[in-house]
């Protein structure tokens, strides 16, 4: 643990390579990871990275998870030895969570981190005399390099071993009755003899965390509101009179072992570069060069792997119709889970580059200046600068970006968050943005280097972005505020991106992608076939008959087509997409996209696999080489004898998509972020509605 | 009360490049989370720059730097 930036994920990364239990969902860090790591030939131990803080006392949720482990012996992630990171450029504020943390009386270690970046601002720290101060074990290390590992190691065997534990309290609330004005050390006393509790400390956070331990039941809070009420113990005053006396004793340590040679105002590169990044008119147009740019790469830069992985697909399909024997079960593996795994596997480099360049923007520090730039306008919008990371993660996946909205302190601000992040759009709809623009916006440059399908790429994000902050001002109109709204923020200073911590997030984010949609996909791909092979009694044949007389006249080829469709038509899917026909008929859909837009309900990306499979099944194309592109193209209006995807479906579809909330994921975390489903039912009411609505004007307009 | 907050000049008031030191706070439950960031009574600050609409500001306190909104900023008295 220790306080943001001071390396902690380094040394979690450096200590347990690719031994991480990661979490389902890829990106910012939000939760505790954890991993294993070994301290010898025969030892091994778990290792857990909890959430940056900077005091004991959490402002936001996700802090919350650091308190709840320290201050209850009896959690199952309670540590044996905590490690506390303390950033060695900026020793007085690192030392007031780890002085927090020894007093709380874990066994600690305070692994030394940043000595070269302190060393670069003149400071000089003796590690020696901070540990006999401390009296506790000091190890310096270079977490982005790996220096200390072992030294790191040996004082956490030896922690373990014999735990060593400062007799005294760094801060003891017991002594305080000067500072308080009242008996302290009747009151914790009484504290730690009603709850068997051996520290002081601990003893203090009872008194004025109880409302938040998650281990303390109802009557037991109720007890200790009344030894408040009996002593009259004001907890805002005592907390702020206890980080005065931390900082005070600190600033004596710190003093005894810090040479500080440096001027007092002399200008960082960092703070040169922010002179830029932060100007009135360079800060935006710099920030909207870089959306730009990541449009750019996950649209024109990642459209060779594309075209390869598609290739590479349909070519595969086709080899195994030829080489396999006609059977049910080769139709059903290319046809079914062929066609639909292909759909997602493409897709692959577009979220490859995207996670690539959002984890490259967290890890230089821009993201914390983007918060800055935006909070002003964000505000506007009943949101927060921080709600600039869950709206820019959603990019990628709406489910990491919902819990990356723990970090913001405001209930209100974090809920209308919540509401409108599924608004940006994801990765999951990449794929039908991109199958649907490159079917009906040609492939041209404007602007000497702009791609148009590119431009048309940003529109969709754009008119995301745009729907989310409308929602956002609506809910910011309805919802009623119950607590401050906080902005207190550090500014790391710039770093080069860690390529290794870069790599693990795109890794990450890459498989749990292909596992999580992949295994949705397989399975709705089968059942898709099933549904739509099969129909009820002998309907498939006698629609097989009945094409056949009526297109007797046709070519062979053309007949075989007609059949394949008819049989479709007759299918249990078939049946279902007709159901489904009148209410999607004003927005331009035919029933096949009906049944495509029913099986995506449970994940959007789940569309164009979808669409892939009934497309192969219902025509008659043997060699079934084509790409999923080809097969739109080639589809036809049976009404009009034109092509079915015309611009006006096809932007209806695009529009329908942006705002619809088709994400089972996405579901289940609102429900479990804002514990109740009153809150995802009215999201998914009012997307749905947006959705639906949209996607008619869309049509209705441009038909 | 009321009448010294408005006479007092705050953080918010400074000008970029401007250094102050930290007398006081008017607003307990802010200066919580500002304690703990390092503003300190009697901690030297700098105002480091401003976001292009002029707020939230960014500070320089005790060798990093710290940004915060104009109005959490006010609550920061300083020295005259």
Redesign the interface.
Known sequence: MGNPNSGKSSLFNQLTGLRQKVGNFPGVTVDKKSGTAFLNETTEISVIDLPGV??I?P?SVDEQVVTDILANPQHPDYPDVAVVVVDA??L??NL?LFSQIQDLGVPVIMALNMLDIARQ?QLEINAVRLSMQLGVPVVKINARIGEGLELLKVAIEQQIGQPTVSETLFFDPGQQTALAGHDMKGLISDVRQQYQLTNNYLALQYLIQHDGFSFLGQPQRVKLDGLIEKYQFDD??F??KE??GR?KRIGEVVKTVVTDK?P??QSTW??RI??IL????W??AIFATVLLLIFQAIFAWAQPFVDGIDAGVAWLNGTLHDQLPDSPLTDLLTDGIIAGVGGVVVFIPQIAFLFLLVSLLEESGYM?RV???M???MRQFGLN?RSVVPLISGVACAVPAIMATRSIGSWRERLITILVTPLMSCSARLPIYTILIALVVPEKTVLGFLNLQGIVMMGLYLLGLVAALVAAYAFKLIIKAKE?S??????P?YKWPRWNHVGITVWDSVTSFVWQAGRVIVAISIVLWVLASYGPGDALEQAENRARSQYANLPTEEVENRVASGKLEASYAGRFGKILEPVIKPLGYDWKIGIALISSFAAREVFVGTIATIYSIGSADEGNDSTIREKLAAEINPETGEPMYTPAVAFSLLVFYVFAMMCMSTIATVYRETKGWKWPMIQLAYMSVLAYGSAFLVYQLMK | MPHRKIQKRSVADLKVGE?AVIESFSD???????????C??GT?V?L??????G??I?L?V????????KS?AATILIEQ
Request: with cysteine.
């Open positions: 900077y005091s006392y402002k450029s900026n007085n504020r007031l601002q805002v005053d907390q702020a980080t005065i900082y440096r007092l105002d960092s703070q922010d002179q932060l100007h009135p008119v800060g935006y914390s918060m800055v730039l909070d002003r306008i600068g401050r906080l902005f207190v923020m550090e500014l200073t | 250094k307990q439950w802010m200066s919580l989370k500002l304690l703990e960031m390092g300190l009574p030297e700098c480091h720059c401003k976001a292009p609409l707020d939230p960014c320089n005790s060798g990093y730097c710290l940004s915060m909104r959490e």
